[in-house]
């Protein structure tokens, strides 16, 4: 699922600044919701993504739905919010 998630942020954020962040599942602000179908889940994930010294840019929502052979498919991306970077960042900023 990682590699999923990020090939979203990759999307959303190569537009706004010029390095690329990343996300860890095992910092504050992400959260993980599970609904379970017949035929696939619905997994909803809010990361938080940082550059840096982990150094916040956003967070998001994004849901995809598994089938039950394991295709992955994006359902919804939904940016929630922008952080400010600190001064000595702000020139990755498009």
Excluded: C
Aim: net charge positive; no cysteine.
């Amino acid at each position: 699922m990682a590699p999923n998630i990020q090939a979203q942020l990759d999307d959303y954020y190569h537009k706004k600044i010029t390095a690329l962040p990343t996300f860890a599942p095992f910092l504050g602000g992400n959260t993980l919701q599970v609904k379970y179908f017949n035929s696939w889940i619905d997994v909803t994930v809010t990361v938080i993504p940082y550059v840096g010294p982990h150094l916040s840019v956003g967070k998001d929502k994004i849901k995809f739905r598994i089938d039950n052979t394991g295709k992955v498919e994006i359902v919804n991306y939904q940016h929630l919010e922008d952080y400010k970077l600190p001064w000595n960042w702000a020139h990755i900023v498009k």
